[in-house]
DNA sequence: AGTAGTGATCTGTGATCACATGTTGTTAAC
DNA sequence: GTTAACAACATGTGATCACAGATCACTACT
């Protein structure tokens, strides 16, 4: 039968193209926390009209990807110190479950998959000028194939919500870093790379060991470590 | 100050008025899932014009609690057997890590809260003909009180996210039950709310005693046993 | 009787206008 | 020189129209 051939072929609507735009945008960091948007600006930046805008604004405010703010604002969420503990400590635990999973009913497919985004992520590393952009990637990629091999889709969406909530801190201040930062600073930028280069590195050797726990450890000193690193930068908002 | 006072008071739009309408349309399971909807009709039966309806569609669909159909369709979506014991599971460790939260942070006022519904849960149960909606509503408000003591207000924002996804499938079979149900059923469906009963006890139980795993078995076997009677009642899909 | 054709109708999507409400920048009064 | 008043502009919200695509009911032809 041509049905289980061809792909369903959902057709592609404006609003969506100006949602994974902005979408994108946010998540590789090159929008700033607090940054104002409007829809008018936006949709003539964008080249189309408001009404798509309107919708993926409207569809970004529902998944807290973006907010409305009191005067007729749209703007990048800012987040608290304890907001991004708390989003800390629910991905160590929604994405630990997944990583479970994950080690009960991968294949090998999956884990030749793993690998080698793991290797990749060594060698741009390994460059004397690693590309962020592209280590943060890579980095995304490795995470969601060892969190889609847990075979939980449901739970994937889940986690891709939360990605999009906290990405944009992750990367802004990736993004921002190498500018921003003092030269010491940029030294602990980098050990804080070789470290997850290590992190990762453990987490695969439990997920070939097929050993749930250390796996779910590995992921929790990578989140933690990294969630030190946004904390200590000073990109966070200190109170509520 | 005046500002610690008031409350900021958002102002109010139309399309968030619509929004919340649905919410509790979808919520309180007076809409079947695979039922359809159609901007102009329900802009019709709401008496506001399509603009509003298509914002707070746009949003439900954002938030998976309405879907895009294939031919232009916006339905209530339907849930197979597997996407729900998934989600049951992501319930589990979710509201689980909440509860866990809860038993260490919680204090006299957030308990006596807990005690109060659950007796009027109790109270309502008790009566000859006790009313599903109600017991619902208390039901959720129940569990969302101890969420609420987790003093995590992200993990609360994402607990309701799932709810909204779980409940129209949990609270339609619930309404519809004692109607549709042969008398045998029927007999189940009280069980089944005598079992919620004794699992509401034991949860209250472990929370005084601050025992966190105590408290997480109760939940589980809580979720498990209501996920049990949702799959027997044949509302779900078969397969994908 | 059955089927292909065809016009009417309904669908979501997108564009454009109207409006109330803020914000900003300039002017005028003291 | 400072401040109040006001005009110009920008904002999101809502209404309305246009349109392409799909569905449906009815007709006409075999």
Redesign the pocket.
């Known amino acids: 039968m041509i049905n289980e051939l061809v792909t369903p072929l959902q057709?592609?609507?404006?609003?969506?193209?100006?949602y994974e735009q902005l979408k994108q945008l946010l998540m590789s960091g090159k929008m700033m926390p607090g940054q104002?948007?409007?829809?008018?600006?936006t949709?003539e930046a964008l080249n189309?009209?408001?009404?798509?805008?309107?919708?993926a604004?409207?569809r970004l405010t529902a998944e807290n990807a973006l907010e409305?703010g009191?005067?007729?604002?749209?703007r990048v969420p800012m987040m608290t110190i304890s907001q991004f503990r708390e989003f800390s400590s629910i991905r160590i635990v929604l994405e630990g479950f997944a990583t479970e999973q994950a080690c009960a009913r991968m294949n090998k497919r999956h884990l030749a998959k793993i690998e080698a985004l793991s290797s990749e992520f060594n060698r741009e590393l390994e460059q004397s000028n690693p590309d962020g952009t592209k280590l943060i990637g890579i980095n995304e990629d490795l995470h969601f194939a060892i969190y889609r091999a847990s075979g939980m889709p449901m739970l994937l969406q889940l986690i891709e919500a939360l990605w999009l909530r906290v990405g944009p801190i992750l990367n802004y201040d990736l993004r921002s870093g190498s500018k921003r930062l003092e030269p010491k600073s940029i030294v602990d930028h980098h050990t804080r790379l070789e470290n997850t280069l290590g992190h990762h590195g453990q987490l695969i050797k439990a997920l070939k060991a097929r050993d749930a726990e250390m796996a779910k450890v590995a992921l929790k000193i990578d989140i933690e470590n990294a969630a030190e690193f946004i904390i200590s930068s000073g990109t966070l908002v200190a109170s509520d």
Do not use: C, F, G
Request: hydrophobic share 40%.
């Open positions: 057709r592609q609507t404006l609003s969506m193209d100006v104002q948007l409007s829809l008018r600006s949709a189309v009209s408001v009404m798509p805008v309107r919708e604004i409207q409305l009191p005067r007729r604002t749209i």
